[in-house]
């Protein structure tokens, strides 16, 4: 699901820090990838609540990236044994209120449109789509 560069007019503005800092899109999905890496090793709810709502004072649309950058990653690199503590994740800020229902199914177009071509690389992502559209809907 990568796609090209974006253009000056389509790149997502830089966010600004309390601190004064400019935290650019990539470092916000680097950070979005650190809060995935840590969840995999703890599973500490209350870490992943204080990581989202930092990222989500520093943009408040960081839900959609959050989003965005987990499902972009369980589509292309994900490890079987990492599909589910993954999904939890998601669900998790959902239920919390970190992230919405319209950031998860933006996030989640392209995967469902071209679900195919990622099956070739991740035969779970039939699993995952399913897993996670129940979770959603309950």
Known sequence: MASGPAS?????????????EILSEEKLKLRVDNMRKEWLQNKDEKEL???ADELLVI????GRT????NIDYV???CKAA????????????????KVSTPDIESAMADLVEFIDSFACDNP?????VG????????
Do not use: W
């Open 49 to 51: 609540y204080l990581t």
């Open 131 to 138: 897993e996670l559209f129940l979770c959603i809907c309950k």
């Open 66 to 69: 959050i989003t965005r950058v």
């Open 8 to 20: 000056a007019s389509t790149r997502a503005p830089p966010v600004v820090m309390g601190t004064g």
């Open 124 to 128: 779970q992502v039939f699993h995952f």
């Open 75 to 77: 589509a292309a690199d």
């Open 82 to 97: 990492e599909l589910k503590p993954i999904i939890e994740m998601i669900v998790h800020l959902h239920k919390n209120k």
């Open 59 to 62: 943009n408040p649309g960081a």
